[in-house]
């Protein structure tokens, strides 16, 4: 059992945790931290923490674990507010997307506690935000990534795993920058490409004949372009090299696409449509068979 | 009440209008047309078509309405095909995402039913194919848009306009090259970039772990990458102009945020994301307006 949990940030992210720890009577007490005393209220009010306040530095003391789940931008801010207050034996963890900007900024920040420091990545999430928006199966079946250093502390790695397990997720750990590198692709790329689309279509002189005559496939499509901009931007920024690459890459294939289709090559476009597919459905086959062994 | 309803094409669209037809008690019988006996007897099996053809010469005699229903670069040999047999008094449709091309097909193939053909397409699928993923309520509370030439007769628009609202589809006219420019935005575009989407990550070196570590919002966004290769490899061939217009506008919204993230003006960046998201919100607003209404 957790003694006493301190969220800074109670948002869709950590709002859910909080929630899934109490379901499951994981933790004793959860201290919520955040700058809008709205947020502190509604949190309340849903019975997704059990305290108030808006001072990370006060909120960390006698803290079992504390939860850094903000935007990433935020991090050196809350790293040096919580460095003197914090407790010595605590576990210190966060839940941004991405992994080495976090390191960099424990590593300037709060260099003291670096081997009781565990970062994590919970690979979930809903185009929602906010506390209101939270729930507690959002982890169930999904992966969360832990990043250790090679000098963190191995029990602290276990306190964490042992948090996200009781939510319902599956633990897995790899290297930060190899994460980065992977999330560019899988997660940041897809982001930044509706956002794209949807501006593109938003410039069209009649945007709202767009939006109606839209089917629900295009509905799907831009799901993601209705997430929090605030930490996308952050996102961006903070993962700047392998998002750039990655982007890069995808304006290679679509500029091979846009060749085939000026060149009508019939038989190539078919190819690379039928590769496509099999491609997407060869990875939710992969995907499908998990949450059956979950 | 229709009397016989010739459907060249046993497809998910297909499929679906049979279905949705005779659930409404709306015709009396159906006969399917395939290039496939599998097709055929499957269709039969599941009720969808009552009579089963591999001719759809043969098949349209005594039609009361033929719908061609096929991948779009079929139609100038179907309508080749149906011209001697087609009752003169039969109504012809079609369901192509694309509708200057089938304008051109008919004036060319089938010159002396012109005043009886109806261009239309349901804004509506999956990225399921084949009838075997047919539902009769695929068409419920979605557009159908009809784009008749100032030559169709008006008779032949009420048949076909009845014939969708039977299945609970809302019936709109537009013109034809005024459909194929909106559709080349909102569903064109949005296919193509899934499929290059996949395609980029597909020739990661580990792609089964980007797939595996995705998350639930990347196989909703790469979705309709799973459609029909053939059909959307006829849709990029017959709108070829629109598509490569909305790939260019595309690639330069994309272009612009490749440079935004480069020069690391995080404020513009911010406004990117939310003006996108504000849109993508405003038009969801507008679709679920028309959803309630329905």
């Known amino acids: 059992m957790i003694g006493r949990l301190v969220l800074i940030g109670i948002g869709l992210i950590g709002g859910s945790l ?44 006698s803290a079992s674990i504390v939860v850094i789940a903000t935007p990433l931008r935020t991090f050196p801010g809350i790293l040096n507010a919580i460095g003197k207050n914090l407790p010595g034996d605590a576990t210190i963890t966060d839940v941004g997307s991405v992994k080495r900007y976090v390191i960099n900024a424990v590593k300037r920040h709060l260099p003291e506690h670096i081997e009781r420091f565990v970062p994590g990545h919970p690979i979930a999430g809903t185009e929602c935000s906010g506390v ?12 969360v990534v832990l990043t250790p250093l090679p000098e963190t502390n191995e029990a ?31 997660s940041h790329l897809p982001h930044v490409i509706a ?9 069209h002189p009649e945007p709202d004949t767009l939006f109606e005559l839209a089917a629900g496939g ?15 931007r952050d996102i961006c920024m903070t993962n700047r090299k392998p998002i750039l690459r990655t982007l890069g890459e995808f304006k290679s294939r679509l500029e091979e696409l846009i060749d085939t289709i000026e060149r009508e090559d019939s038989k190539l476009l078919q190819e690379y449509f039928a590769q496509a597919k099999q491609a997407r459905d060869a990875g939710l086959d992969v995907k499908k068979k998990i949450a059956k062994q979950g």
């Open 195 to 203: 956002y794209s689309l949807v501006r593109c279509l938003a410039e």
């Open 156 to 186: 602290a790695v276990n306190v964490i795993a042992d948090m996200w397990r009781r939510t319902g997720a599956d633990v897995i750990k790899m290297d930060g920058d190899y994460h980065d590198q992977i999330l560019a692709a899988t």
């Open 132 to 143: 209101g928006a939270s729930f507690a199966e959002l982890f169930e079946r999904r992966h």
């Open 18 to 61: 909080a929630r899934a720890l109490k379901r499951a009577n994981a933790v004793e007490q959860v201290i919520g931290v955040a700058r809008s005393r709205d947020t502190g209220d509604l949190a309340l009010d849903l019975g997704v923490i059990d305290r108030f306040s808006m001072d990370p530095g006060e909120a960390v003391e």
């Open 218 to 232: 295009f509905y799907d499509f831009t799901r993601i372009a209705s997430s929090d901009p605030v930490m996308w």
